[in-house]
């Protein structure tokens, strides 16, 4: 084939992923090694366990990914990698792995960050012309920006605290919800949505932060206070142990989530108003991309579709294994700058860790 090819490697948090793109963002090849069980069995990713699996895993996925793809590193026109935000130690297994390769086949390496891959996801899948809203939610980040370009974002809010995916991961651990049997195998967002579907939110009247801030930023840390307080009150009324609540679980799940999407719903509303009140935003089509591994809750996804729908945008959002973090998004990000020439480094440059 006569375009481009790029190899892109995601090793950020506790997926390893790789994967081979073309220029018009045709996955030929992709592997991914996900940690999330074993992170799932500890209660929450340890840093060092998730390096530890990066590093046991990384070589083979690359591997699997050029393999699937039919590709040799020589065909390459650039490896892109994550290099921020995530774990250090994490990030650290992908840049040395990525550095390494391509010192040894001579390739351009595109240092990519972690969040405009989220974020230019969906061009992969369909023509979205910038500028478009974006709002990203998973268990690490929860973002509200403008994207303007390919390498041009204007960050609205971002959470002070916690992330939503984290606050949901929070409480489902609170609850024991690992326990439940039809949640065994699940994320603690896909326990919280499962065990909703059967609740009444409106038992618990938990209120969302931040109604007079003037901003487009979030919270969940409150929101995940007033939930635990309530898992203790229930469990002293009950005279039951620390996470072994009978009575009301779904209803707790129920209005966490709820609560969770209408603190999400309000602060998108606030930004879909300031864009408009500003002209950020296309009069003909404009869009919110919602992503990250939150996205695929149907409940959240319904109270944005509201949000949309009043405000005339309209709403995309990948499906589910695209926004969760892979290494195709990486490749993406990496496609979408090599066609622009942005941030292309020779293979010799040092390119060092930055957390942030
Ligand atoms: O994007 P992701 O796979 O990894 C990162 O955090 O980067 O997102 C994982 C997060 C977890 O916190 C998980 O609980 C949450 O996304 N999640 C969900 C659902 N599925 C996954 N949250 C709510 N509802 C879901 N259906
Ligand atoms: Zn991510």
Known sequence: SCSRLVLGIETSCDETGAAVLDETGEILGEALHSQKEVHLRTGGIIPTVAQQLHRENIQRVVQEALERSNVEPRQLSAVATTVKPGLGLSLGIGLEFSQRFVRQHHKPFIPIHHMEAHALTVRMLQPVPFPF????????????????????????GHTLDEAPGDTLDKVARRLSLIKHPQCSTLSGGQAVELLAKDGDRTRFPFRTPMGQTYD???????????????????????????????????????????????????????????CKANGLLPSDNPTLVLSGGVASNQYIRKALTIITEATGLHLLCPPAKFCTDNGVMIAWNGVERLREGKGI???????????K
Do not use: W
């Open 133 to 156: 809203l974006v709002l990203l939610v998973s268990g690490g980040h929860s973002l509200l920006a403008v994207a303007r370009g390919v390498d041009d974002f204007m960050l609205l």
């Open 216 to 274: 487009c930023c979030f919270s969940f840390a409150g929101i995940r206070n007033q939930v635990t307080t309530t898992i203790i009150k229930k469990e002293v009324e009950e005279g039951v142990e620390q996470g072994t609540l009978l009575s009301c679980v779904n209803d707790i799940a129920a209005a966490t989530q709820h609560t969770v999407a209408s603190h999400l719903a309000k602060r998108t509303h606030r930004a879909v108003m300031f």
């Open 345 to 355: 480094l020779p293979p010799n440059v040092d390119v060092i860790y930055e957390p």
